[in-house]
C-alpha cells in the first residue's frame, strides 16, 4: 500500500514536475518492489510522495545533485547561507554571473542553486551551453525555502543513493525485484513543451530512441519500468508494444493558462489495475491505436 507523506514536498520548481499528478501515478505503480530506481529525478516530487524504504535517484545535472548531497549533508547550512541572501536584483544578477563550479563548496552550491530557482522568471530552471544559468529575475516577493520541508527532505535523502550521470548510469545494480521510473524531459510538443535545456546537452531524439532502446533490454529482463512522456506519435511508436495510460496533466510554466492543462501518456510493461478513470480499457485503446 502507498502511504503518501502529506508533510514533504519538493523544495524547487521544476519544469514537468509531477507533484500535481503524483496522485494519478503513484497508483499506476507497482506496490511490491524492493527499490525504486528513477534517473531523471528533477525536482523529486514522486520520490518525495510516497514512502519507499529504498531508493536510488538520479539525474544529468551536476548543479542539481550537488544541490540535492548538500541538503542530505548538512541542509542546515544550506538553509543559513539562503537566509543571508536578499531578493534583490543586483544580488541576483551577481550569482547569476557566477558559473557553479566558482563556488567552492557544494553548500554554497546548492544554495545558490535554490535561491535563483525561486527568484528567477516562473521559476524556470534553464542553462547555457557552457552551463551558466541564463533565466531572467523574476521580481517575486515571497520566501525561498520552508525550513520544516527542507529538513525533512535532508533526514529522507540520508537513506537515498544520490548518482549524478547518465540515465543508465544509475541502473548498474537494478534487478527484477525492483522498479524504475522514467520521467525524461518530454518529447517536444511545442512551446514550453519543448523545454529540454536543464543541463548544457539537451535531451533529443537521439536520447529518446536510446531510452526506449533501454527499456525493452530491461523488458527482455522481467524488470518493470514506467515512462511519463508526451502523447505523440513518435512517443506512441517509440513504446507500441507495452502499455499506456492517459494523464491529466498541467504546464504551470506556460504563459497561457489555457494550454497548461495537457493529457500526457504513462508508458509501463505491465497493466495497470486502478480504480481511477485511467481503467484497463482505457489502457488498451490507447496501445491499439
Known amino acids: 500500500m502507498v502511504r503518501f ?24 505503480f507497482p506496490q511490491d518492489f524492493k527499490c525504486l530506481y528513477e534517473p531523471f529525478v528533477g525536482g523529486g516530487s514522486i520520490f518525495m510522495a ?10 544529468m545535472n551536476s548543479w542539481l545533485i550537488d544541490t540535492y ?19 534583490e536584483k543586483n544580488f541576483f544578477l551577481e550569482r547569476r554571473s557566477k558559473h557553479p563550479d566558482d563556488y567552492p563548496t557544494h553548500f554554497e552550491r546548492a544554495a545558490t542553486f535554490i535561491y535563483l530557482n525561486k527568484t528567477c522568471f516562473r521559476g524556470l530552471f534553464r542553462v547555457n551551453k557552457k552551463g551558466f ?19 525533512r527532505v535532508g533526514d529522507t535523502l540520508s537513506k537515498v543513493e544520490i548518482i549524478q550521470g547518465d540515465f543508465e548510469l544509475c541502473l548498474a545494480g537494478v534487478s527484477q525485484d525492483d522498479f524504475v521510473y522514467f520521467d525524461p524531459p518530454y518529447y517536444k ?13 539537451q535531451f533529443k531524439e537521439a536520447e529518446h530512441l536510446r531510452l526506449a532502446a533501454l527499456c525493452h ?8 519500468w514506467a515512462v511519463s512522456n508526451s502523447d505523440t ?3 506512441r511508436e517509440l513504446f507500441k508494444n507495452y502499455y499506456a495510460t492517459s494523464i ?28 481511477t478513470d485511467n481503467s484497463l480499457e482505457q489502457q488498451e485503446l490507447l496501445l491499439a491505436r
Open 5 to 28: 507523506k502529506n508533510n514533504i514536498g519538493p523544495f524547487i520548481k521544476w519544469v514537468g514536475g509531477k507533484q500535481s499528478i503524483a496522485d494519478q501515478l503513484l497508483p499506476c
Open 189 to 201: 510538443l511545442g512551446g514550453h513543451s519543448d523545454f529540454n535545456r536543464y543541463t548544457p546537452d
Open 50 to 59: 510516497s514512502k519507499w524504504e529504498n531508493a536510488v535517484i538520479s539525474d
Open 248 to 275: 491529466r496533466g498541467r504546464r504551470e510554466i506556460n504563459l497561457n493558462s489555457k494550454s497548461r492543462n495537457v493529457r500526457e501518456l504513462l508508458f509501463t510493461n505491465y497493466e495497470v489495475l486502478t480504480e
Open 133 to 151: 544559468f541564463n533565466v531572467p529575475y523574476g521580481e517575486y516577493n515571497r520566501r525561498y525555502y520552508d525550513p520544516g520541508n527542507l529538513k
Open 69 to 87: 548531497k548538500a541538503i542530505r549533508d548538512d541542509g542546515e547550512q544550506v538553509a543559513d547561507l539562503l537566509d543571508n541572501m536578499p531578493n
Open 217 to 224: 533490454e530491461l523488458d527482455q529482463r522481467n524488470i518493470r
Open 233 to 235: 506519435p513518435f512517443t
